[in-house]
């Protein structure tokens, strides 16, 4: 009877264990952390610097005004950006190839220069695919070319007018009719108020077009900063596939990082930073692709910072190079600290170099020494009588900036103002410029 009993009670206990069970169970909310909470801890997206538009990369590198033989112009960027914001208010109409027109060298240089003309410079040729997402124009069909030179020509009638992007080298011309209400605003900013527009005098160059630097000694200032360096980790998860696999290693100042395919090395004592990608050969791409998708790699990983613009880039080529500029000027060095290039294969990126820091251009340590440099024809003199110059090959003459790295801290960098002429397609400084500093200017 006992025995019983227990079996009863047993059996009782276990049904109620199982009631129990089943309650917590279908009563049971676990904490969860939301997506939304928890999505830092899961994918962290890569940020360097900030991402661009093609219309804050791609500007013109000086403007010329044309009056009767007397030339006025600027590099200021300010003018620059209140030129492409004005252009991109105007409506350009079906681009005619006549460069039928202009095979004769005279009526080539008067469509340049003629009196009341503005051009515009191009560091680099500009594909007419890639400024038409910068210009409004009336047929989404635009040529397949390239220029380095827009010249916008009097009024024909009121509110039009018509456009030429010319590519020098090539003796391409190609000519747009613009409408625009605000032709006469920019009539009146430029060609009616050129005295507020730097005095340029001109130089022909032989067999080439004419050549423009200013007139008066420029006063410019020695600028030092304290870079920030940007993490080799950032750069490590930013290009590579999967981070986990990249072993690291060193020699002689240089850090390299491998995944097995590919490779990444940073070199403090230049600082730059270098992206191998062994398995793509470099190869030519039509030069809007190549522009949209060096944008695009670099957007990708926010990798913008300081202030860079396209410098280097011409058709049937499979690199391209953005310039870094302090204000008005670009700024050059020995070890490729100042320029981000990129060299392209068919389908993804091949060679990456670029700068390992931000100069951080609005952080100027003091003091700032003024120096003025030599007038533009004093320059320009010093070049031509330059034993290995062929005047042939001297296409172009501008001032920049010298940029150094103190080698002992690795941080403060200095930026000092030299001209520099372009020789056979390469940048050079004019070494023997003397700087003359300048009493009572901060």
Known sequence: MNYEKIKSGALALLVLIS?????????????YETIADG???????????????????VKPSKIILHQGSDHYGTVSEQELDWMMEEMANWTFFEPENVSSSFV????????????????????????????????????????????????????????????????????????????????KEFKDHYVEDAARLEPYISHQVPQGSLLYVPKEPPVLTVQNYLSKQIDAETFKRALFNDPSYVRRGSRSGIDEYTDGSSFMRVNSSTGTITYVNPAETPQSMPLDQ???KSINFVNDHKGW????????????????????FSGDFPVFDSQS???LSQ?????????YERSSFIVQLDKPLPPEESVELKSGQEALNQV???????????????????????QDSRKILTLKPFWYYQYNGVWQKLVTDERRPVDGLE
Not at 48 to 54: E, L, N, S, T
Request: aromatic share 12%; proline share 3%; net charge negative.
């Open 337 to 339: 600290m100042a320029e």
């Open 343 to 351: 060299i392209w294969g068919q389908d993804r990126i091949y060679q």
């Open 384 to 406: 031509i009588n330059l034993e290995s110059i062929d005047p042939l090959l001297l296409t172009d003459m501008r001032i920049g900036y010298e940029m150094t790295l103190e």
């Open 19 to 31: 009631l129990a069970f089943t309650w917590g169970i279908w009563n049971y909310q676990p904490s």
């Open 290 to 292: 190549l522009i949209e």
């Open 305 to 324: 910072v300081d202030d860079y613009r396209l410098f280097t880039a011409e058709p049937g080529l499979s690199n391209i190079g953005y310039r870094l």
């Open 39 to 57: 999505a830092d801890d899961i994918v962290k997206e890569v940020e360097i610097g900030q991402q661009r538009k093609i219309s804050e990369l």
């Open 104 to 183: 004769n060298e005279l009526e080539f240089s008067k469509l340049l220069s003629s009196d009341s003309h503005v051009e515009l410079f191009f560091s680099s040729s500009v594909p007419f695919n890639t400024i038409k997402t910068m210009f409004s124009f009336n047929d989404t069909i635009v040529p397949n070319a390239v220029f380095n030179r827009i010249v916008i020509t009097e009024a024909e009638e009121e509110n039009k007018a018509f456009v030429y992007f010319v590519s020098v080298q090539e003796r391409l011309v190609f000519r747009s009719q613009i409408e625009t209400r605000s032709l």
